[in-house]
């Protein structure tokens, strides 16, 4: 193997690997394209300003219809070291949303939103139950501060 060989691995690229490459890149664009918020979402996700942060994951994720059959939230379940939570999400028909949030163990921590308008706080009552009441659609990360620590807890960027 060395740069001499012009066809080894370590050669220039010719016309024919070019070829190539072009029809590999429309290949994975036409079957499996990068989603169009990709970019964004890394962004937003890259900016949180906390180096120590536990990154929790989802573990349940489901609609939940109203008694009146008008009202949709999504209750989704977050599972991680230090603590959990579940957040109900609740559409509130203009552009934003209720959520209502409970931790596990309960305590009274900082529950941070952000979004990409700038992040939205609050702090869980003693029985860790929490609540934001305008939190507009796009990218959001919960984060939890837990205290007496320096470390945070975060779920992935997701869409509301």
Known sequence: M????PDGPLGKLDDLDGRVLREVRWLWESLDPAPADLVDRIRFA???EDSE?????????????????????????????????????QARGD???RVDGWLSPPAPHEVEVRTPAGPL????????????????????????RPRGRTSAVSTPTMTL
């Open 2 to 5: 060395s740069r001499d060989d």
């Open 46 to 48: 890259v900016e949180l």
């Open 53 to 89: 942060v536990e990154v929790v994951r989802v573990i349940e994720h489901r609609e939940v219809a109203g008694v009146r059959g008008d009202v949709h939230s999504r209750m989704i379940t977050f599972a991680g070291g230090t603590v959990d939570f579940m957040v109900n999400v």
């Open 95 to 97: 552009g934003t949303y």
């Open 121 to 144: 706080r609050t702090s869980a009552n003693e029985d860790g139950r929490f609540a934001l009441g305008r939190i507009p659609s796009g990218f959001v990360q919960f984060v939890i």
